[in-house]
């Protein structure tokens, strides 16, 4: 304790406090960033999904239940709106083809361009484009035209990068101001808190404003929050020193192939080879692909019968999920005191594939609650394959690491919007919830690409951690087996 103290100084130099005072300050910017904006695009696209519903509704000359104030299970809920779920689902689809597939080069570019120029103008730059994207929603809805106008807002959203660019530059601030240990791991595990607050405001207000208040207001809403949030990303001050900048002079083809120096040599990796690398990536994408399209489809799935909830009945349900991730972020904290970030991951697999599996059987609001508390700790494999990444790559290289996990979840969002949304308006016929057992499927992958090698700790053999994971696996596999043979019975 005494040589501990030896080598602090006594009194903080001005430096010092000051560089306290700047990184405060960028937590604090952080946080109020990550919560206006998930509360801003969690609110607008509740209410394009919602809208759309209600829209092809009454195209198809029926009313849906979402502005009923009386709505029974099985009132204004009957099997004719099979087919408004069938285009709704389609065209969910569509918006995400033409928000995020101009968002691919942006999201490169701004994940490599950020370790050049910093991480303030991405921060500013999906702000921006978030609120014109609603506003145009906001016109949409005020003069109440067809939905296909949506898309103008998708294509505004698209070029300045989406929320996929925002968290590029909020991961790499992270990474300038952090530590290469579990710190790291941690402090990019509050974005998810901080993105489970908003959630959690959102999506409960959202339920009540466009029941008593139609979709109007709470565009405007999101409108007010996104203009606010770009205030607030005017004032962060920038976190990458001009000390650890990459040299301007650098041509387009040297900065873009930084992005993809990972796969190339584990020379270009701080720590790890690349072979490690790659798999943390394929674990991502496969974890990731489900949870692109689940609050979506948690709409349309919860439209239909046996549920038939109102717009108020399903933000309760999405505020309940938010408050799994604030939960979730405080349980990763006390396992980090147990547990290497490897079996966290395998853990929050397991976690995920019991909650996809038990609501793609429920019938029931205890049926959902049950799988609310299986999946606990489900989203934790996020952050916590994103902290091993970041610590296999040089503080330099931070931003082209994020672009690549952020490129590789924007294709994941377009990949689960062809393949899940598809896979919804095919399946609901027989059997409604059988798209979360292609979503458990997924999870399963991820956790069985996160076992070899330093996934499994020291003193344990490689052989035996894996066979009780994959148990553990086979078994989850069964239990759903026999969960849809009873339910087709």
């Not at 306290?20 to 509360?39: D, E, G, N, Q």
């Not at 035209?145 to 929320?163: E, M, N, P, R």
């Not at 904290?333 to 429920?362: P, Q, R, T, Y």
């Not at 292609?438 to 992958?445: E, K, L, R």
């Amino acid at each position: 304790m005494d040589s501990i103290n030896e080598k602090t100084p006594l009194i903080p130099t001005t430096e010092d406090v000051s560089r306290k005072s700047r990184t405060r300050r960028v937590h604090y910017c952080l946080c109020f960033i990550t919560i206006l904006h998930y509360v801003t695009t969690i609110i607008g696209s509740l209410v394009m999904s919602e809208y759309t519903f209600q829209y092809i509704s009454d195209q198809e000359g029926e009313s849906s239940q979402l502005n009923s104030r009386h709505a029974s299970s099985g009132e204004n809920c009957s099997s004719h709106q099979n087919e408004a779920q069938h285009k709704s689902a389609q065209w969910n689809a569509y918006y995400e083809y033409v928000e995020y597939v101009p968002a691919l080069l942006v999201v490169i570019f701004g994940g490599v361009m950020s370790d050049y120029y910093g991480r303030k103008l991405f921060i500013v730059l999906p702000v921006f484009g978030t609120f014109l994207q609603y506003f145009a929603t906001l016109v949409v809805l005020q003069y109440n035209l067809h939905i296909k106008y949506f898309f103008v807002g998708c294509v505004i959203a698209g070029i300045t990068g989406t929320h996929y660019t925002l968290n590029v530059a909020l991961c790499g601030t992270i990474a300038d101001v952090s530590n290469y240990d579990n710190s790291r791991t941690f402090k990019i595990a509050l974005l998810h808190l901080y993105a489970g607050l908003g959630s959690v405001v959102s999506q409960l207000s959202t339920g009540y404003m466009i029941k008593y208040l139609g979709f109007t207001m709470p565009c405007l809403v999101a409108v007010a929050f996104a203009f606010l949030n770009l205030l607030v990303g005017l004032y962060i001050p920038e976190t990458l020193e001009k000390s650890k900048q990459k040299p301007s002079k650098d041509s387009f083809y040297q900065k873009l192939g930084r992005f993809f120096a990972f796969y190339t040599s584990s020379s270009n990796l701080r720590d790890g080879k690349v072979w490690q690398f790659v798999l943390c990536l394929l674990a991502l994408f496969v974890i990731i692909s489900p949870y692109t399209t689940k609050s979506s489809m948690d709409i349309l799935y919860f439209l239909g019968q046996p549920f038939c909830f109102t717009s108020e009945e399903i933000g309760w349900y999405n505020s309940l999920n938010g408050l799994t991730i604030i939960v979730s972020v405080f349980l990763l904290k006390l396992l980090h005191f147990c547990l290497n970030d490897e079996i966290i991951a395998i853990l929050s697999c397991l976690s995920g594939i019991a909650c996809f599996c038990v609501e793609g059987l429920a019938s029931g609001w205890w049926m959902l609650g049950v799988a609310i508390g299986c999946g606990m700790i489900a989203l934790n494999s996020l952050p916590v394959i994103k902290g091993i990444m970041s610590r296999l790559v040089n503080e330099t290289e931070q931003g082209a690491l994020f672009a690549n996990v952020y490129v590789l979840e924007t294709l994941c969002r377009l990949f689960g919007s062809t393949i899940f949304f598809n896979i919804y308006a095919e399946t609901q016929y027989f059997m409604r919830g059988f798209v979360y057992f292609v979503y458990a499927g997924f999870i399963a992958m991820g956790g069985i690409s996160m076992m070899p090698n330093r996934v499994v700790p020291s003193n344990i053999r490689t052989e035996t951690g894996m066979s009780i994971v994959s148990s553990a696996l086979l078994v989850a596999i069964d239990w759903v087996i026999e969960g849809i043979h009873q339910r087709s019975e």
